[in-house]
């Protein structure tokens, strides 16, 4: 069966410091990959997703970019974070029509 | 424009008690619908899906879904409430996944 690994699961980050969360998926392969943001009491947007190595759509701009080096990683990463970029991240795979999550990772930026 | 609404922010059951939470969606096709379940601090969990054919849909632990063209409705629907049913539930909306909506939410509590 599938599973979705999503680490690290919490992370407190200073402001202007970088930040790097990765996502493998197993048992399937060439998956599509997603990147979810989850503000407090806010529904799910969706930041990133990707149809196949090194492609890589983005929904919003922003201050974080998406990588996927391989078929089934998918790294999302900040340069220097921002306090707006605290959230609760969720990477995404999916087969035709359905979309699975990952546990998820908290960033606090302060 | 493409959305979703979950009417309701917050709703408080008693266990055993029935349970509905609202769906309301505008979409141009006959979309695919989705209802999640997120318990705290956890990823999304999925209930269920309706993609076509029978518009009462049967889903994990219980819980159940009528999808209604005429209201543009996708209620969820479970007939007694346990206890760990409390969570926040999102309801989805797309044709295609990697452009999935999702609404708000609605965070369900449930007292004993």
């Known amino acids: 069966s599938q599973t979705i690994h999503q680490w690290p699961a919490t992370l407190v980050q200073p402001v202007g410091s970088p930040l790097s969360l990765e996502c493998t998926v197993e048992g399937t392969s060439n998956p599509n990959l997603y990147w979810y943001r989850q503000a407090a009491g806010r529904g799910l947007q969706l930041l990133f997703y990707?149809?196949?190595?090194?492609?890589i759509s983005s929904e919003v701009p922003q201050n974080l970019s998406a990588s996927r080096p391989q078929d089934r990683q998918f790294i999302l990463s900040s340069k220097k974070l921002l306090l707006s970029d605290s959230g609760f991240y969720l990477c995404a795979w999916s087969v035709p029509n359905t979309i699975y999550f990952g546990e998820g990772s908290w960033l606090t930026v302060v | 424009a493409q959305s979703v609404t979950q009417p309701d922010i917050h709703i408080t059951v008693s266990e055993g008690a029935s349970l509905e939470l609202r769906c309301n969606y505008s979409y141009g096709a006959t979309p695919y619908l989705f209802w999640y379940v997120q318990s705290p601090g956890q990823g999304l969990q999925l209930l269920l899906k309706?993609?076509?054919?029978?518009?009462l849909v049967q889903g994990i632990k219980g819980f159940e879904a009528e999808f209604k063209r005429s209201q543009s409705s996708f209620n969820l629907r479970k007939p007694s409430v346990h206890w760990s049913d409390a969570a926040e539930y999102f309801c989805?909306?797309?044709?295609?996944?990697?452009?999935?909506?999702f609404g708000t939410g609605t965070r369900l509590q449930v007292f004993p």
């Open positions: 309706y993609f076509s054919g029978d518009t």
């Open positions: 989805a909306v797309g044709h295609n996944t990697d452009k999935l909506i």
């Open positions: 990707s149809v196949g190595i090194g492609q």
